[in-house]
Antibody, heavy 112, light 112 residues
Framework: QVQLKESGPGLVQPSQTLSLTCTVS????????VHWVRQPPGKGLEWMGG???????DYNSALKSRLSISRDTSKSQVFLKMNSLQTDDTAIYFC??????WGQGVMVTVSS | DVVLTQTPSILSATIGQSVSISCRSS???????????LYWFLQRPGQSPQRLIY???NLGSGVPNRFSGSGSGTDFTLKISGVEAEDLGVYYC?????????FGSGTKLEIK
């Protein structure tokens, strides 16, 4: 059974760095891609970036300068780091395996 | 970036009614490998997105066959043949042919 779970701080101060972890079970990270998608309150879905089975990464061009995605295959974890957070980064952050399986999401609020 | 335009933005239907949602792309989604990477998702209130359709017309695992997808090139359609109460939520199309992956703005299905 494939499961994904996002974890990280619920509150981040403006200008600080967001660090999120996606822990995967029942699926090999080297077999497919894992992506991060976010959703501001009441708004639509935005693809942030992904890491492919071979470890290569792709990023949304609008976020590329602030965003880094990496993984630890031994722990079945994928990491998201995004710096210089602003209030409009407030959103639910989802990780998804190839857009097939999705985590429940983690709400991140950017506020002082 | 590829822009996906979904219409309508809001759809009101009675139980048993058949409805369609359109997704138009700003450029062809036919990939050089012959595949068209167009997907449909349903996000029920308070839940993560669920994949309904992949590669334009293939039904996702466990998805009822009242859902169907069609189209090619730049024009795609999701049809629900006989809406049920559990179908309420927001429907999104997504393309993965061109980087970055992009989502449509969503269609909210309301049950009358």
């Amino acid at each position: 059974q494939v499961q994904l779970k996002e974890s990280g701080p619920g509150l981040v101060q403006p200008s600080q760095t967001l660090s999120l972890t996606c822990t995967v079970s029942g699926f090999s990270l080297t077999s497919n891609s894992v992506h991060w998608v976010r959703q501001p309150p009441g708004k639509g879905l935005e693809w942030m970036g992904g890491i492919w089975g071979d470890g290569s990464t792709d990023y949304n061009s609008a976020l590329k300068s602030r965003l880094s995605i990496s993984r630890d295959t031994s722990k079945s974890q994928v990491f998201l780091k995004m710096n210089s957070l602003q209030t409009d980064d407030t959103a639910i952050y989802f990780c998804t395996i190839a857009a097939i399986f999705w985590g429940q999401g983690v709400m991140v609020t950017v506020s002082s | 970036d590829v822009v996906l335009t979904q219409t309508p933005s809001i759809l009101s239907a009675t139980i048993g009614q058949s409805v369609s949602i359109s997704c138009r792309s700003s450029q062809s989604l036919l990939d050089s490998d012959g595949n068209t990477y167009l997907y449909w998702f349903l996000q029920r209130p308070g839940q993560s997105p669920q994949r309904l359709i992949y590669l334009v017309s293939n039904l996702g695992s466990g998805v009822p066959n009242r859902f169907s997808g069609s189209g090619s090139g730049t024009d795609f359609t999701l049809k629900i043949s006989g809406v049920e109460a559990e179908d309420l939520g927001v429907y999104y199309c997504m393309q993965a042919t061109h980087a970055p992956l992009t989502f449509g703005s969503g269609t909210k299905l309301e049950i009358k």
